[in-house]
């Protein structure tokens, strides 16, 4: 197989007939989900890529089709009909980790190996803009940023990655459990980080400095085994749950 057929998410073709461009997750995106820490193996990588999403990389040269899986997987497959097929059910057999795919959700190898077999979905709000192998955005003709062409979907395999996609802001994306032990069917439930940290700001008189704000949440259970809860309450705050008034002080929005 040729590289450019084996280039994650990226490998889009563009309405000029033969050309395919290799377009990358942005950085933002795995951060979200833990950054490329939380991941033990990217089976899909491309070969000159510019930032690390997981701790190792298969590219088209090594070929992760052929190659054992192990741990948390990160796998943002190949987009070509057969070769997304073979990734998904290596993905969905090895049962752990997080896949980022369109939301084809009618289609055969949706059927057989997300809904058959996933463990929860995050249908994401809007269409996500790729980056260039370089890092830079990838442009359309008219100087636009070119987003993926189609809505996506995270999907999570194992209950780790699925308590992942759970305690994700709502206002990224729908949830949606599909086979969920009760502990984390109760998280998706659960207010979400924004409505939790808004709604603990709106209680306090006047505002509050981040590390009162930690201590808070510290034993909240939306922090359980989350080592990295408090880079996770600076992003939500700096989403719109709370309104920074000075350095290190926060209110309520």
Request: hydrophobic residues 45%; charged residues 20%; contains cysteine.
């Amino acid at each position: 197989m040729t590289a450019p057929l084996f280039a994650g998410i990226g490998g889009h073709q563009t309405p000029r007939r033969g050309r395919t461009d290799v377009w990358l997750t942005p950085p933002w995106l795995l951060e979200m989900l833990g950054g490329w820490q939380a991941f033990d193996l990217d089976p899909c990588a491309a070969v000159d890529q510019p930032w690390r999403t997981a701790r190792q990389h298969y590219t088209v040269n090594e070929n992760g089709l052929l190659l054992p899986w192990f741990g948390e997987v990160w796998c943002n497959p190949p987009y070509s009909r057969a070769l997304l097929s073979r990734f998904m059910a290596r993905m969905a057999e090895h049962g752990r980790g997080i896949a980022l795919i369109f939301a084809r959700t009618e289609t055969a190898t949706f059927f057989r190996h997300v809904w058959d077999r996933a463990t929860a979905l995050l249908f994401w709000r809007g269409r996500i803009d790729f980056l260039t192998p370089d890092g830079t955005p990838q442009e359309r003709a008219d100087g636009k940023a070119a987003n993926s062409g189609a809505p996506s979907v995270l999907c999570a395999y194992g209950d780790r990655a699925a308590e992942t996609l759970a305690e994700l802001d709502a206002s990224h994306g729908q949830f949606v459990p599909l086979r969920l032990p009760r502990s984390v069917v109760a998280l998706a439930l659960a207010p979400t980080w924004r409505e939790a940290i808004g709604a603990w700001l709106r209680r306090q008189r006047g505002p509050v400095a981040l590390a009162d704000i930690y201590r808070a949440f510290a034993g909240h259970p939306k922090t359980a085994g989350n080592p990295n809860y408090q880079a996770k309450i600076r992003q939500v705050l700096q989403e719109g749950a709370g309104v920074r008034v000075s350095r290190g002080q926060w209110s309520a929005a």
